[in-house]
């Protein structure tokens, strides 16, 4: 699959929120319900870096951060979201989404992404793990499923992070 990873512009968020609600559907991507609408999703990520991995004129994934805390000690810690819509899966645009989220968050003086995983979510525990990050620990019954086919089910979620090797090292 041929594609290009370019900037996020508020423009692409038909297409984005439609892949966030592909994601949902599969049951192993967010404790969720519905895909906000843009004003809410913007003031709750990071300004950059956020990313589409664009094919065929058409927004096949994407990925940005979102700010862990607002203690100015962790303005280096970000959170990882990146979702891959249903027909581009298994064909490296998670990879090249992560591998260019990773060099802007560094960028931007992020040293450490991290993110929590469902650990059914095998596709992603293995991406993550692919782009250096490590498990450190998983919460179980985090949260009670509000939707789908494991509606009422409580769902343990995997945490991982990435420490940069280049932004924060002394």
């Not at 929590?116 to 991406?127: M, Q, R, T, Y």
């Not at 692919?130 to 509000?146: A, D, I, P, Q, S």
Request: proline share 3%; hydrophobic share 40%; glycine share 12%.
């Amino acid at each position: 699959m041929d594609y290009i990873i370019e900037r996020m512009t508020e423009g692409y968020w038909d297409e984005v929120s439609s892949i966030f609600v592909q994601g949902l559907e599969t049951g192993n991507a967010t404790f969720e319900t519905e895909a906000p609408d843009w004003a809410r999703w913007n003031r709750t990520h990071l300004a950059q870096p956020r990313l589409v991995a664009r094919a065929g004129g058409r927004i096949v994934g994407w990925d940005a951060l979102s700010p862990v805390t607002e203690r100015c000690v962790h303005s280096g810690v970000a959170e990882v979201s990146l979702y891959v819509a249903a027909s581009a899966r298994r064909r490296g645009v998670g990879s090249a989404l992560l591998t260019a989220l990773i060099e802007g968050a560094e960028q931007c003086g992020i040293w450490t992404l991290q993110g929590g995983i469902f650990p059914e979510n095998l596709a992603s525990l293995g991406l993550v793990k692919k782009h250096g990050f490590r498990e450190v620990g998983r919460r179980e019954k985090l949260g009670k499923m509000l939707y789908g086919p494991l509606a009422g089910t409580w769902r343990d979620v995997v945490f991982v992070e990435r420490r940069s090797r280049v932004v924060g090292v002394e």
